[in-house]
């Protein structure tokens, strides 16, 4: 399968901050399939990038101490062509900045940011890492969801910082959500999670993986010691599920109809 194309203000890559690398990497590379590599410890701190069939699919790094108190977490990229005016316009919009653009040696700029709904969000200008090589194929990111407890502001602020192109999928009081494009063609999906998400949990991004069979992979990954948060479930979209890793890392899994 070809590259995927990445536009600017779309999903480019992701990553896992983790409390114990070696199990994620074992966790992870018999659940998907994923084989590493370790980038160099003095330029890129141990920064791990995963790979499924040779193509890259996502990163791995080990939390340090100032991390501790923090939740292992999957985080989503979108591409910028700037990182520097991307983090301009997010606190012009109501969002915050986390960590500021910093240069990743030969390899691009990347930031965090926190939205104007509260959710964290990570922005990547590419130089040689263009981004994640393989998607929507098993054992790679297939989906990219903002449960936003601030709906239509949510909407607004990616529209205004990221330049997204929205289309609104369903409208109704049970379900309201948006994609960043149309169709087959969208890209990633914000949802009204203000009905349903606990007031200390905040707005968040969620990456759905794809698997080829949705109870088999749950199986599997509850016996490598993941617990099933939720599902499995039918959809229009495939039989999905809610996963955490060992370490309490939360993942989706999809499996195509």
């Known amino acids: 399968m070809p590259a995927p194309e990445i536009t600017p203000g779309a999903p480019c890559w992701i990553d896992l901050m983790t409390s114990d690398i070696a199990q994620a990497r074992q966790f992870y590379g018999e659940l998907f399939g994923w084989e590493y590599e370790t980038g160099d410890e003095e330029k890129y701190g141990g920064y791990t990038t995963a790979r499924k069939n040779g193509k890259t699919v996502a990163g791995l790094m080990q939390k340090d101490a100032?991390?501790?108190?923090?939740?292992?977490?999957?985080?989503?990229?979108?591409?910028?062509?700037?990182?520097?005016?991307?983090?301009?316009?997010v606190t012009a919009n109501g969002g915050q900045v986390h960590m500021p653009p910093m240069d990743v040696p030969e390899q691009g700029h990347m930031a965090i940011f926190g939205d104007a709904t509260g959710a964290a969000i990570g922005v990547w200008q590419p130089r040689e890492m263009r981004g994640y090589e393989l998607v929507a194929e098993p054992g790679a990111a297939a989906w990219h969801e903002?449960?936003?407890?601030?709906?239509?502001?949510?909407?607004?602020?990616?529209?205004?910082?990221?330049?997204?192109?929205?289309?609104?999928?369903?409208?109704?009081?049970e379900f309201r959500y948006t994609t960043l494009g149309a169709g087959d063609s969208a890209k990633a999906g914000i949802m009204d999670a203000s009905g349903y998400l606990p007031a200390e949990v905040p707005s968040n991004w969620q990456i759905y993986f794809s698997v080829e069979d949705a109870d088999a992979s749950i199986g599997k990954a509850v016996s490598l010691g993941a617990t099933l948060v939720d599902g499995p479930d039918d959809s229009s979209f495939g039989r999905l599920a809610t996963l955490a890793d060992p370490t309490g890392a939360m993942f989706k899994i999809v499996a195509e109809n």
């Open 146 to 173: 903002l449960h936003a407890k601030d709906y239509d502001g949510a909407v607004a602020f990616y529209q205004k910082v990221f330049g997204w192109e929205t289309d609104v999928m369903s409208d109704t009081p």
């Open 66 to 89: 100032d991390q501790a108190g923090m939740p292992d977490v999957w985080s989503t990229y979108l591409r910028s062509d700037d990182a520097a005016a991307t983090a301009a316009a």
